[in-house]
Each structure stands twice: as C-alpha cells, then as structure tokens.
C-alpha cells in the first residue's frame, strides 16, 4: 500500500502526462455502445425494420400450411364421393374386368420376356466380344499385303467363327454348351425377335387398359372440385420447402419489376384463399382469375394495371406508392378498374369492368363532352373539322393551280420563241389538270363530310326552334333550375345570377327561327298515344314518371305538356330529324325558302337534297339528334303527342316576361351563352362553331397535382389527405364551385363547370374514368405504355371495339341483348314480366353476325321496313308492337354495326353465300307436306303473308329466309332455339337424333317411310329456296281457318 | 403501428381487386342459390299429432263474362269441342265459391325438411287445354306433360326464379318430364301455337297446398302443430294471407273471399286479346 502511494507521489510533482494520466476508457466504452449500438440498429433495420415483407412471408407459411392442413382430409372426402359415383364405379368395374381378362396372358409374356432376357444377358457379352474380333480380323484382312498374309488371316477368322464357345446357364439345366459363332448369332437372333413380337403384343393388350385408366382419372378431375389430395401434398411440400425470399416479376423488355408479390403470397396460388381462410387479406388469391388468366403476370406484372410502386419493398405505403413524390399511388378499391383504360383506351365495353363502363357512359350521357374533349368521344365532330380544313386547302390549291395556268398561259402568248410559248403552254395545261383532279378529291371529302353531318350529334336539343316548340314563361323557369323541374335531367344546373337568367332568357328566345312553323295538327286520341308510347319501345330510352318507369338514356317525359307546343311535338314524333331550316356551315347561316325561291327551287332538304342551293356545298339538314324515326302514321304520331302534352302538373308560370324580347339582353345573354359554352351541347344560332371550354380531360389524371387549382383548399385537402388526383376530381363533380371557396372572385372569373346530377356511384365511375385517364401510367425505361401491353387489334376484335362506340350512342342495348347476360331496358320493365308481351320483345343480336347476311342487315339497318311503300311498320317481325326505329345511319355506321355484328359472332366480315343444293320435285314434295302436316308446327307462328292466318304469328315470314338468313345458323336454330336466345316462342325438342342424322321428332307424312336423308337440312333447303309461289301452295294444303271478325279473336272477353 | 398500417393498406389493395373484377354480370345471383338450392337437415316425418286446416274461398260480387275461345288457329283444337269454351280466368261455382285458388301454407314451416313425393303430378294437355288449369307441386318433384290431342304442342313455363324451357310434344309423343328445383309463387305455363291456353304451376317447398275445385273448399292435412300464415292465391285477383294457429291433432279454419274489386294484375299488362286484336287493327 505504502509503496503504492509512493510510486504515485514521484510523477505528482511534474505536469501530469495527459496521455498516461487520463484514461480514455469512458468516452470509449460510450463509443463502442454506440457504435454496437448502431450496428444492431443497423442489423434490425436490415434483416427487420426494412423488411417487412419478411414477417408477411413467415406468417403466410404458417397460415397457408394450417389451411392446406384442414383442406386435405376436404378434399379427400371429396375425392371418395367421386370415387364412390356411379360413373366412377362404372369405369372402376370396366377396368377391372378388363384387367381380369388380360391379366394371365400378360403375366405369360413377363415371364417368357423375363427368360428372354437373361438368356440375352449371357449371351450378349460373348457373341458381341467375338463379333467384334471377327470385325477387327476382318479389317486387317482387307488392308493385308501378299496373299499369304491373306491367307493366315483368312484361317483365323475361319479358327475364330468355329469356335466353340463354352457358354454356362444358357440351358435351364445349368449344363455347358459349347457353340460356334454361327449358333451364337442365330440365338441371338432370334431372341431378339421374339423379344420384339412379345413387346407389341403386351402393347397391344394393355391399351384398353390404360384407355380405361386415363378415362377413371380425367373422371376424378373433372367432377372433383378443387384439388386432389395429391395436388395438396404437392402444395404442402412447396409451402414447407419455401424461402423467406424477395419474390419478383421482371419483365425486361417493358422495364418492369414488381415485387407485390413478396408479401402478397396468395394471389397467383392454385387453391383459391379467401382473408377468412387465411385470417389476413393480404394473402387472398386474385379475385378474379379468368382476367388474370388473360393478363398474364409474368408478362404483364402487377403494377401496369394496379399502379402503385413495384420495386419498394420497405413499406407498404412505399410500396403501394402512396407518398408524396410517387406519381402512380395505387388504385383505389372502388375505381381499380381506372387501370384497365390505359391499356384499353379504344375499347367503349370491356368485359370485367362495369365502372369503368358506366364512367365513359357518364362522360358522354351527361354531356361531359360537350365542353370536355376527350380522345375516342364524338369522333364526327372532330373528323367533320378534319375534313372541311382539308376540303378548304385544297380549294385554295385549286384556285391557285387555276391562276397559275392563266399566268402561264399569259406568259406564253408573250413568249419571244415558239419553245418558249410551248413550254408555259405545256405547264399551264397540267396545272389546269391538276386543279380538275383536285375536284374528284373535293368530291369525295364532300361525300364523307355529308355523312359526317348525319353522323354528328349534339347532347341537348337544338336551340334554334325555341320559339316553334316552347312556351317562352317556361325558359327562364328552366334555367334556373332544370333539376328542379325534370329530375336527373343531363342539363346541368348553372350557378346563374337571376340578371343572367334572363339575359339568356332573351338570347335564346331571340336568337331563335320564327319559321316556317310546322303545320296546324288536327288533336289526337291521348289513351291511344299512351298505348303507342308504352308498346313502340319508347320507354327504351325515355322515362315516365317519378320514381321513372323507362330508359334513362333520353329524357323524362312527365312534364313535357308544361313546356311544349303541340304542332312541334308531333313533327318531332314523326321524324325527329326534320328541321325547320337546313344550316350552311360555309355560310353559316340557316337558309330558308328565300334562297331556295333565288334559285328558282322548292324548300326541299333532305339526305337525298342535302347541297346548299347557293353553292352547292352539303347543308346539314337533320336535327343533331339521336332520336330516330319510329316510322309512326300522322295519326299516330298526334296520338302519342296528344298522350304526352297530358302530361304536366299544375304548375303557374309567370306571365311578365315582356323582357325577352330586349334586345339589350340578349346581347349581354350572347355574351353569357359563350361564356358558359351553350353552344357545345346546344345548337344556338351565332354559337354553331364554338369551341369547347372546358379543359381537356383525355390524359388529365397525369396531369401534376400543382396543375390542379385547390384554390383555398389546399392546406385542408393536404391536411385531411385528398391532396391526390382522386381528392380533388371526387370534390369537384361533387361540387363543382368548390374550389371558388372563400376566393374574392369577379362573376366573369368564376368557375364555370356546371352542378351535374350525379349520385354516389356515379361520381365513383366518372372518378374510375377520369383516373384512368393518363398519360404514362408506370415507371421504368418507357415514357408511356410498352406498345406490347397496350390493346390496339387489327383483326375482328377492331370492329368490336369500333362497334361498341355506336351501339352506344344510340343505345341498341335499350331493347335488345347484344351482350351474353345483358338484359334490356325493355325487358325490364313491367309490361315485358306478362307471358304474352315477352314474346314482344325485340330478338337478342347476341349471334345476330352467325344469324343473318351481312348484305341484309346493311339494308335492314338503313330501312328497317325493308318496303320503300309500306314503312309504318317492322320489316320482318310485323307483329312486334315495339318498332325498330330508322336511324338515318350514314353508310359510314352502317358498315361498323356490321361489320361489328360479324366480328360479335366470329364471322367473315365478306360472307359469300353457299351454293344451296336444290331440291328435286320429290324432295320438294317431302318438305311440303313435313311442313303442312298436323304435326308440325311452324306454320301455326310463322308469318305467311295470309292476313287472317297471321292474327297469331309470332314469327317471321319464311320467305325472308334466302335473302336475310345463314343456312348453318338456321340448322342450329332449329334443333336448340332456347340455347340460342333462352326464352323464345320457338321451342326446343322439334327433332330427334335417328342414327347419324335428325328426323322430325312428331309424326312424319307417311312419304317419309322412304326418306333416309336430314330432316333439318330438307327443311332448310327448302326454306331457303320457297318462293311466294311455293308458299301458296304449301298454304293450300293447310286447313282453312274460318275467317272471323277480329273481335272474336282468342280468348275475348 | 406499421404492421397495422401495412394490414390497412393490403386490405385494401385486396379489395381494391375484389371490387374491381366483380366477374360478369350475370354471376351475381349464383351463390344464394346453392345454398338455397338444398335444405339441410333431416327429413321431417310425421309425429302423430299433425292437424287439419280447413277453408272456403268465396266469391262476393258478379262475375266477369267471358267470350268463348276461338280456336281458329288450329281446327284439330276446334274440333275436340262440341261446345263453346271458356277462359278459366275466374271460375265462380254455383255455390258462390271460387275455383282455381292456390292454398298453401306460406310461412311457419321454415327450417323442416320435407320429403319430396316420387310421383309426380301430372299435366295434361286435351282439347287444346291445360288440366288442371292450376296445379301445385313440390319443389324438384317431377312434373309430367302428357298431350292427348292430335296436334303439336310446346309446353313453355315462364318462371322467374327457376330456369326456363320450351319444348315440343307433337302428337302420340312421350311424356315430358321435367321438374322446378326451386320454390315459386306462379309460374305462367303456355304453349306458344296457341295462344289461349294457359296453366299456372305453384311451387312450394313443402306438401301442404290445394287447389279449389267445385265446391270452392280446400283441406291442407297433416300439418304440425304450430302457427301458419296461410296463402290463398288467384291468377286475377291476386293473394291474401291469414293466420291460424294449430293445435296438437286440431283442426283450424281459414277462410277467403275475393271480389272484383280487389287488386288485379297491373293494368299496364295488356292480355292476349288486346294484343291480337291490335297487332290486326293495325293493318
């Protein structure tokens, strides 16, 4: 201790060594912790903290093989149910009995093969030992000199072949036989061959029995639902054997890496795992396995379609890209579909997505379009500009080729040499040429921007027959809140000063034509017009009513008698394309009977008198509206007219509106009207060639978020998180002004956008829309979409897409079934659920293409009377009381519905019609009476042009056939109708199978004794070639049915 | 917390694919139906103290005339009658009763499992009319279409719930036989070369129901004890309901009465012939 203190007290009188004296051990203890500290932080974060996807793993490993665990023991009851059937048994017995029988000669040729074998064994290594020696022998022979070298050789090989070779067990006694070569290779020989024989026959006999056996085993797939027990041991042993590893999708050549599914383990599993069975939705399968069948993950991914951030793998905000820099954040749940449209952007009706669907008919329905453009919607309007800026270079080209040649011409006639004149002359005469071809050009712009017009269409009525149609109290009522007024009306509600109400009051009602009016209508029988609107398809696109009865395509009729004058109303019925004046786009101006009396021309415009008498360019010269012709009488369309204008309430409107006719206002309301962009929906007067207003919205979804105007909502909207596209689309249909909260604005600033009705799934399907809406939807080495991944056919599946955009328009789906699955409007309603008027219900063209002749339905489509003298009726189903409208489709659209139509049922977009075998007089004879027996049915619903027989029809004229039908449709037709549209008049079971061929089910006419050939194929020959005079006779046959008075028709009370 | 947050965020990007590939449109409906398709349980058998309801249905008020049938769309039909034919739409006996009325127990059997009759009830088709005109059967008991006319039929039901056929019996062919697998209220049955014939099949899930006949009576028997709601329905005058309460071996009444002012089918459903005679009007 003392020297302790000794040997301290020596340094103490020097400075203390700072080195020695203070000890560093504290700092370096704190350092080492921290920096061990660090480490395992750093080792946590790693294996831990930044892995989540781990946990996901062990937990989806666990889980999976409980689950898999309980679904063993399922499925093999399953399996023994199946085992257990008696179509199991069935083949279980076959092939034991056949193994029975099979069995003693198979196990004689195991046996003798077994014997056969062996004795190969042995022999095989001496016989091919001394072949190959003799081989040997025989080569040194070939290349031996002298003869006498020959010579030696040719004795050994002699020595060799004799032998004798000792061969033991060869023999079943067990003895030594000695051999020559020659036996040895005969033995050899011969074993082989019977080795073969023996091979051939046990294949022979063995292929029933695995026929029967592959049979028993694609029984037990077939009817075992889910997977065998086998399977399961299989997905156990891969989900006990797996790593805890990142799991990636790399598709190369789109740049692509997802790793969704490193903690969504579930999706692609072949077991179908629902959250309850795995107790986490994360784990699910994909719900959806036949889309994710098309979409193939490992070519397409999962982030092309769901969006979000493929490569992170730290979190699940990361990786579903939700965080602020990420510009593809995951889809939401309810507008996931929004990922289909960057890759279908052509396609108006995909099949898995409904929202998405109802979004795009939103867009278009509403109006949307009017003030938004958007790729795809109202291609005519935009083609129609195409083309007349086309058309208008050209003319200037013309007139400049035109003057060119008289310059050149000039030139030439003060040319100082003849080859100088010769060679103006020369230019001017092919300038003169090429401005003549110029005119075939012009011509055929002329001709497609005249079925352009037809095509073209506006989403509300044309505003320049105000003062012919409405009642001028009812305007301003209506502006100011059409909602008020007619309910889920597709015109918007304004946010309008009631100063500006009126002003636009005024400019409507002045800007409008004041004639020629229609002409004075005689009153017509209202409970008749009911009875037409309720049966001619009408309710197919408009409604009646609140809660509405009808389509929601067109508009509410229930107030239309507090709006509307009479004598307008029933020329719009009767062909709702007639205008009052035509308009001139290259004058733009509606011209009326003046410049037609110039002229020395009758007020006549219609499709056929469609050029402008001024100058000869096309006029438009039907209304911009869908609504087609239903081909009404006079007297009907006064009825349906006279029903309609019964409709109102008892509404008062005020009489003081002397102010629509200030002619101040209405300068000021033009001013509002373009402003608002009245014009985009509208036709008005001054307003036929205004612009769009409204932003464009075809890629509006990539569009940065700074771009988007929050205006004073942007704290709130990051605060409360719909700081994102969806936010602020969501707010904004919602509410269109939102985004004016709280600002000091001028009116003349304020937003525009109109308060749209919408509901709740409305705004979700137009919010699906606009969100799929982008520009380029993922990352990686592209800026847009792979070309690969994007959907762009050029086959059939072109002209379904195509297609889809005009079955649309004019909504085809309000009364017919041009889907699998998709039902009518008509079929919806209450009068369609009575067993009588189903069968008024307009056919299903689910398979139109396969049933009729293209050639045919362009006619059909472009005259649905199919007679240019009898059109108050439907061409082929006459006694349909709903008619099939007249469209006024240009050629353009008659050639895409069928070319649409062909490609729906897979058809050839050409058909070529087979040569029909033609009947000879006894097969004629035959089908005749087939046809007119008591057994057969077919002329009782059939149209037979005998107006006391066709009372009952309830089917279409046999005659029709040739022209409209496809024989092998027709065949089908015949043997399985309610397969081809389920619930049809026509009924199933007419024929029955008879060997290899079909015979009429009922009693046949005792000629049939001899017929051994079809009965279907007689009977569509014979359809296919019936002639009106054929018909006749065959009615001849029938038995005359007493004619009586209508009256006293069937079942008369 | 982000465990709970990454739970959050998977759920909904499950969803999100739940929601968006719904599947087609026409597989909605698919999942209730297998599990309503076949009950569960035992079959029920009877206890011993099953009881008897009994009932009328009385007709107050005048009957609607109806014009005779006109057959001419087929003269084999025209000629199986010597006498004119009437609609069986609303048949009032000489008692004042009416015939054609579906009486069924619509509710308090719930849960019991019935067993279904091998044989089944049968429909025949004579003289170009159905027999019986109403008729009641179980569900997935066969129902067998005979035709004892020399003329071709098609036997087409139009129900709502179950699936719909058409087929064609011609003359002197077999019996069709077909069943309903699910219980429904009416189903309209027709045969589409001639418009007039008309049967309606009610099918229930259970064996107590009966259809008036000439004395307008009916007798659900063998029924368990318990409390029922009763349904009488008519093809025109539509349903009513009453409840009665049976006791061991008891016996309990309920009687209906309908009238022609009572609810019709909607007006809107114009029958056959308005639409005959106007799809002739016409032209």
């Known amino acids: 201790m003392a020297t302790d203190n000794n040997h301290d007290a020596e340094p103490a009188g020097t400075a203390p060594d700072p080195i020695a004296d203070r000890s560093l051990s504290g700092p370096l203890l704190i350092a080492t912790i921290l920096l061990f500290g660090s480490l395992l932080w750093a080792l946590y974060d790693e294996l831990f903290a930044e892995r989540p996807w781990k946990r996901y793993q062990e937990q989806f490993v666990r889980t999976y093989s409980a689950f898999l665990e309980k679904l063993g023991p399922r499925q093999a009851a399953a399996e023994k149910t199946v085992r257990s059937s008696p179509a199991f048994q069935k083949i279980e017995a076959q092939l034991q009995s056949a193994e029975r029988e099979a069995s003693p000669r198979i196990r004689e040729i195991e046996k003798e093969l077994a014997g056969i074998r062996e004795r190969l064994a042995i022999l095989k290594n001496p016989f091919q030992d001394t072949r190959a020696r003799i081989a040997v022998l025989t080569y040194e022979l070939d290349h031996a000199g002298a003869g006498r070298a020959k010579d030696a050789i040719r004795a050994e090989i002699r020595e060799v072949r004799k032998g004798p070779f000792r061969i033991e067990g060869l023999d079943s006694g067990g003895k030594r036989v000695a051999l020559t070569f020659d036996e040895m290779e005969k033995q050899f020989g011969d074993l082989k061959s019977r080795e073969a024989a023996l091979n051939t026959e046990l294949a022979r006999i063995t292929a029933p029995l695995r026929d029967l056996r592959r049979q028993r085993s694609e029984y037990l797939a077939d009817n075992l639902a889910g997977l065998s027990p086998q399977q399961i041991e299989g997905l156990q042993r891969a989900n006990r054997d797996s790593k805890i590893e990142i799991r990636q999708i790399h598709v190369e050549e789109a740049g692509l890496v997802d790793r969704c599914e490193s903690c969504h383990l579930g999706i692609r599993q072949s077991v179908t795992l629902t959250a309850a069975d795995m107790g986490n939705p994360v784990f699910v399968s994909h719900p959806n396995r036949t889309l994710l069948a098309i979409h193939d993950p490992t070519r397409f991914g999962c982030s092309p379609c769901h969006n979000g951030n493929g490569l992170a793998t730290s979190s699940v905000q990361k990786a579903h890209g939700n965080y602020r820099h990420w510009l593809w954040p995951l889809f939401p749940k309810e507008n996931v579909e929004a990922g289909c449209l960057q890759c279908h952007f052509g396609d108006r009706v995909l099949d898995y997505a409904p929202v998405l669907e109802r979004g795009r008919d939103l867009f278009e329905g509403k109006g949307c379009i009017g003030c938004h453009r958007y790729e795809g919607f109202d291609r005519p309007t935009e083609q129609l500009n195409e083309v007349r800026k086309e058309a208008q270079s050209l003319e200037t080209r013309q007139k400049e080729a035109r003057l060119e040649a008289e310059q050149e011409v000039r030139k030439g006639d003060a040319a100082e040499s003849n080859e100088e004149a010769q060679k103006h002359y020369a230019r001017a005469e092919s300038l003169r040429v090429t401005a003549s071809s110029i005119d075939a050009r012009l011509e055929s712009l002329e001709q497609r921007a005249k079925y352009l017009m037809q095509d073209q269409k506006k989403v509300g009525p044309n505003l320049k027959d105000v003062r012919l149609k409405l009642r001028k109290e009812w305007i301003p009522v209506w502006l100011r809140d059409p909602q008020a007024f007619r309910p889920g009306t597709k015109m918007p509600k304004f946010r309008l000063a009631e100063e500006e109400v009126r002003a636009l009051s005024a400019f409507i009602w002045q800007s409008g034509l004041d004639g020629p009016a229609p002409p004075r209508q005689a009153p017509g029988n209202a409970a008749a017009g009911k009875e037409l609107f309720e049966t001619r398809g009408c309710l197919a696109c408009h409604s009646i009513g609140q809660p509405a009865v009808g389509g929601e395509f067109a508009a509410n009729l229930s107030r239309l008698g507090e709006k509307a004058g009479y004598d307008y109303i029933v020329r719009w019925i009767h062909n709702p394309r007639e205008r009052t004046r035509p308009y001139c786009p290259h004058e733009k101006r509606d011209l009326g009977p003046e410049d037609y009396a110039k002229h020395g021309q009758p007020f006549v415009f219609d499709l056929q008198n469609s050029r402008c008498p001024n100058d000869g360019h096309q006029l438009q010269v039907q209304n911009l509206t869908v609504m087609p012709s239903l081909r009404l009488s006079d007297q009907e369309a006064r009825d349906v007219a006279s029903y309609l204008l019964s409709l109102r309430t008892n509404a008062s409107y005020a009489d003081g509106v002397a102010w629509m006719d200030d002619p101040r206002m209405a300068e000021r309301g033009r001013q509002l009207a373009s402003r608002y962009g009245c014009g985009s929906c509208h036709e008005i007067r001054g307003l036929e060639d205004a612009p769009r207003i409204g932003t464009e919205l075809t890629k509006e979804a990539s569009k940065p978020m700074e771009q988007l105007d929050f205006g004073l909502l942007e704290h709130k909207a990051k605060d409360e998180g719909w700081y994102t596209h969806k936010g602020f689309f969501e707010r904004k249909l919602r509410d269109p002004a939102i985004y004016d909260q709280g600002r000091e604005k001028a009116p003349e600033e304020r937003l525009r956008m109109p308060n749209i009705a919408l509901t709740r799934d409305d705004v979700r399907a137009l919010n699906t829309f606009l969100l799929g809406s982008v520009d380029s939807p993922f990352y990686g080495k592209f800026n847009s979409i792979p070309a690969q991944f994007r959907y762009i056919p050029s086959d059939r599946r072109k002209d379904i897409q195509e297609g889809w955009w005009l079955v649309k328009k004019y909504n085809c789906m309000g009364c017919h079934t041009v889907q699998i699955g998709q039902p009518s409007v008509l079929s919806g309603l209450p009068r369609y659920q009575d067993p009588d008027w189903k069968e008024q219900l307009p056919p299903t063209l689910v398979q139109e293409g396969a049933r009729v002749n293209p050639d045919w339905l362009a006619r059909f489509l472009a005259n649905p009377a199919i007679s240019q003298a009898e059109t108050n009726r439907n061409g082929i189903r006459t006694y349909l009381k709903a008619r099939m409208p007249t469209f006024s489709f240009s050629p353009n659209e008659i050639r895409v519905l069928v070319r649409f139509f062909q490609a729906l049922a897979d058809q050839p977009v050409l058909h070529l019609a087979e040569e029909m075998q033609p009947l000879n007089s006894q097969e004629r004879l035959l089908a005749r009476a087939l046809f007119s027996s008591e057994g057969a049915p077919c002329l009782k619903c059939h149209l037979v042009g005998d107006a006391n027989r066709d009372r009952f029809a309830t089917a279409p004229n046999f005659l029709a056939a040739r022209e409209r039908l496809k024989p092998a449709w027709t065949a089908r037709w015949m043997l399985e109708p309610q397969a081809i549209s389920p619930g049809t008049a026509m009924p199933s079971g007419l024929f029955r199978q008879d060997g290899g061929r079909w015979v009429f089910a009922g009693p046949t006419p005792a000629s049939f004794k001899e017929y051994k050939g079809d009965h279907v194929q007689l009977l569509v020959r014979y359809m296919f070639q019936l002639t009106a005079e054929e018909q006749r006779q065959l009615l001849q046959k029938l038995p005359t049915a007493p004619a009586k008075p209508a009256g006293a028709a069937a079942g008369m009370r | ?283």
């Open chain 2, 1 to 283: 917390m982000r465990e709970t947050r990454g739970a959050i965020f998977a759920t909904a990007l499950v969803l999100a694919m739940a929601a968006g590939c719904g599947g087609s449109r026409d597989t909605a409906k698919a999942p209730a139906e297998e599990t309503a398709g076949a009950p569960e349980g035992a079959v029920w058998k009877p206890a011993g103290d099953e009881g008897t309801v009994t009932g009328k249905v009385s007709f107050k008020g005048t009957a609607p005339k109806y014009r005779a049938i006109s057959m001419d769309a087929d003269t084999v039909c025209a000629a199986k009658h010597k006498s004119p034919v009437h609609p069986e739409t609303v048949v009032v006996n000489g008692n004042g009763s009416l015939r054609n009325v579906f009486v069924y127990v619509k509710s308090g059997l719930e849960g019991k499992n019935f067993a279904v009759p091998d044989q089944p009830v049968e429909l025949d088709q004579e003289g170009c009319i159905y027999k019986p005109h109403v008729l009641g059967m179980q569900a997935r008991q066969n129902i067998k279409v005979v035709t004892s006319d020399d003329t071709t039929h098609n036997i087409h039901p139009l129900p709502k719930v179950n699936r719909e056929w058409n087929v064609s019996q011609p003359p002197g062919a077999d019996p069709i036989i077909r069943s309903f697998t699910r219980p429904e209220a009416t189903i309209p049955v027709k045969c589409n070369q001639h418009p007039w014939m008309r049967a309606y099949i009610h099918v229930v899930s259970h064996p107590f129901y009966a259809v008036t006949g000439e004395d307008g009576t009916f007798k659900l028997e063998g029924l368990p004890p318990g409390d029922y709601e009763i349904e009488a329905v008519h093809e025109e005058y539509g349903a009513s309901t009453q409840k009665v309460s049976l006791a061991a071996k008891g016996t309990a009444s309920a009687d209906f009465s309908f009238s022609p002012t009572q609810a019709r089918r909607p007006s809107s459903l114009i029958t056959l012939p308005a639409l005959v005679l106007g799809c002739c009007g016409d032209r």
